[in-house]
């Protein structure tokens, strides 16, 4: 796909439902021109898959999407094999809905890690002392910090990422200055999602929801926290919110070895 047809996929996903973020399709563009893949049927679009390349060792596949029409007639299997060939002999990971899991397990091998979990609830409250604009925490400081949390370095798509129209982002710094936690709330077609949230304890994770909250006071607001961290499902809970979808993570060779305890919020189901 071109940089435009980007924009046609994220509007298919919106009509699936999956609320994507008004600006994404900018960001998700930037991490990998050349991972995106529409299917055409006599010069008329049908479908989309993303196998972003993070680097040499690691790849996540999403925005899977067949015009219903064209469903169970093989133009998705085809586009998917085409997507995934992009990725070459990398580790690929993705976020697949339930109903896909066992497709995904058959077709391309992909193994089960953990279900992420998404919550919606309503935005607002004071926002507090601590957290400081994330303008203020030098960028390749967070690029650092960032890739702790995820399988790969994703420079390019972060710089895009923080910097989309109508988002936020606020981090909590130590007294040396170091990274102690960050997260972002963006604009959706439907109130905003926070994503990510990545904190080194759950009270600086709390610091900085409540911080991302207060920026869409009475909005929907969503997060997707990794079920395994029992800490950020508390904090979805505390705040009134409730399970409104879930995701399988998925990979096709090793569970990467990440620190999930630190990880409250998903970046996006679509690129990980």
């Not at 940089?3 to 994404?24: F, K, M």
Request: hydrophobic content about 40%.
């Amino acid at each position: 796909m071109n940089r435009r047809e980007v924009e046609t996929a994220v509007e298919w996903a919106a009509q699936e439902g999956w609320n994507p973020g008004v600006h994404d399709a900018e960001a998700f563009y930037a991490a990998d021109p050349g991972g995106f893949f529409l299917a055409e049927l006599d010069g008329e679009p049908i479908g989309s898959v993303s196998v972003v390349n993070y680097d040499e060792t690691f790849a996540f596949a999403g925005l899977y999407i067949m015009k219903p029409e064209y469903r169970n007639r093989g133009y998705g299997s085809r586009l998917f094999a085409a997507g995934m060939a992009h990725a070459g002999d990398r580790n690929v990971g993705g976020d697949g809905v339930v109903a896909m899991q066992e497709k995904y397990r058959t077709r391309s091998g992909f193994k089960p890690a953990y279900r992420n979990i998404r919550f919606e609830g309503t935005g607002g409250g004071s926002d507090p002392d601590g957290p400081v604009e994330i303008e203020e925490v030098g960028f390749q400081q967070l690029s650092a910090y960032d890739a702790r949390h995820f399988p790969a370095p994703r420079h390019a798509f972060l710089s895009s990422w923080i910097r989309q129209e109508g988002t936020l982002g606020r981090a909590v710094l130590a007294d040396d200055g170091d990274i102690r936690g960050y997260g972002v709330i963006r604009r959706c077609r439907s109130g905003y999602k926070i994503g990510p949230l990545f904190a080194e304890t759950p009270e600086v994770a709390e610091e900085i929801f409540l911080a991302l909250s207060a920026r869409a006071p009475g909005e929907p607001i969503y997060l997707d926290t990794p079920e395994p961290n029992a800490a950020a499902v508390a904090l979805a809970r505390r705040h009134g919110m409730s399970p409104v979808f879930e995701t399988g993570r998925i990979y096709t060779k090793t569970i990467p070895d990440l620190p999930l305890r630190e990880i409250f919020g998903v970046t996006s189901f679509e690129l990980g």
